[in-house]
């Protein structure tokens, strides 16, 4: 008896060969059928002799029980008695070959990743590896066992940074009685997560000088981004930058003209590792501030050979701020009204002397580009002497 190729692998065919000769002083070619029996617990085979030869094929599945007896019992016959012959096959694991991929690749930060390893036979081995398979995942966290079904183990992953991105991805067979150990590897890419930014500003509107609250909410799909978050304010003025706490940024400024109302208030968010950019619009409308205008009347009360001095102040109204600008029309009874530029929020005119009387003052404020109009009144008490 021989078989070939000894030592085969798990799942090799293996060719079985049995020789029948007589024994002297017998002579010639014994005919009929040889049985094998393989020491595996499968069921014998038969095989004719041919020119004293029988030969069968048999594939050894597992490793368990190698080496094996293997038994051919010759049957006789009318010729030939009965013999027998054993040999041993001795049955090695077969190699494997491991392939690993994930999906989606590329994902984005906290994304659950399906890692799927296939593990097979390398020929002339065959049959279906079972066992285990353990995942390492790249990333510094702790690796990952599955079981083996149909040759295919799968578990998922979340990534939680993209620091180390692209990762690399190892699939390790651990082997089982039949099959050897074998790994193989693949890249998972980290994409940054696509952000969302809206701004909205509060009061809106707001007069001049007024402080106006402006927030960007920086949101996405997973997760809550962190970083800076810029603000540009459409009034010319310099950029503000603030940091994301629980995914909001707030600054306050103070628009101080009217001049570009309604304005275009950008808050752009510059991302970080795990986070990409964005930027998003609102618009802030300004209105002129409230006013108000006193008006005094010096000396008062007067008499009447004295010249007299209006002087009207105009200040803004909270919430507004700002020094008003413009002019203001001064006006006695009697008198031709004079309009004077405001210098730091006064102006001022001199009447001349007037006739004994009582007499309302008016100072009216005609309003500017970024304060509205006012007016005042005081009471002017004109006397002659003794």
Do not use: C
Not at 297 to 319: G, R, W
Not at 351 to 376: D, E, M, Q
């Amino acid at each position: 008896m021989t078989s070939s190729p000894d030592p085969s692998v798990a799942g090799q065919p293996v060719t079985v060969t049995a020789t029948v000769a007589p024994v002297a002083p017998g002579a010639g070619t014994p005919t009929g059928t040889v049985t094998f029996t393989f020491g595996d617990g499968t069921g014998p085979t038969s095989a004719p002799l041919s020119g004293g030869i029988a030969t069968v094929a048999h594939v050894f599945s597992g490793t368990s029980g190698s080496p094996f007896a293997i038994t051919a019992t010759y049957n006789g016959d009318t010729n030939f008695t009965a013999s027998s012959g054993t040999d041993t096959q001795t049955v090695n694991k077969a190699a494997t070959t491991t392939a690993v991929v994930s999906s989606p690749d590329p994902s984005t930060v906290g994304q659950s990743v399906t890692l799927t390893a296939t593990v097979a036979a390398v020929a002339p081995g065959a049959g279906t590896p079972t066992g285990t398979v353990t995942f390492t995942f790249g990333d510094g966290t702790s690796s990952a066992t599955a079981i083996l079904a149909g040759g295919i183990a799968t578990v998922t992953h979340p990534y939680t940074t993209r620091t180390g991105s692209p990762y690399t991805v190892t699939a390790t067979y651990n082997g089982d009685t039949n099959f050897t150990a074998s790994s193989g590897t693949d890249t998972q890419t980290l994409t940054k997560i696509t952000t969302t930014t809206t701004v909205t500003s509060t009061p809106d509107p707001s007069v001049v000088g007024q402080s106006v609250t402006i927030s960007a909410t920086v949101s996405s799909a997973s997760g809550t981004p962190t970083g800076m978050v810029t603000f540009a304010f459409g009034d010319g003025t310099s950029t503000a930058a603030a940091p994301l706490s629980g995914g909001i940024a707030t600054v306050t400024h103070t628009y101080t003209t009217t001049t570009g109302s309604p304005f275009t208030v950008t808050a752009t968010y510059g991302g970080n590792d795990n986070y990409a950019s964005s930027s998003g619009t609102d618009t802030q409308t300004v209105s002129r501030a409230a006013t108000t205008t006193t008006a005094v009347a010096t000396p008062n009360p007067a008499m009447v050979s004295d010249p007299v001095t209006v002087t009207a102040t105009v200040a803004p109204v909270a919430p507004g701020t700002g020094t008003p600008t413009g002019t203001v029309t001064l006006a006695i009874p009697g008198r031709t009204p004079q309009t004077v530029t405001l210098a730091g929020g006064t102006a001022s005119a001199v009447f001349n002397p007037l006739p004994k009387g009582t007499y309302t003052v008016t100072a009216n404020y005609n309003g500017s580009v970024n304060h509205a109009p006012s007016a005042g009144t005081t009471t002017l008490v004109v006397t002659t002497p003794g």
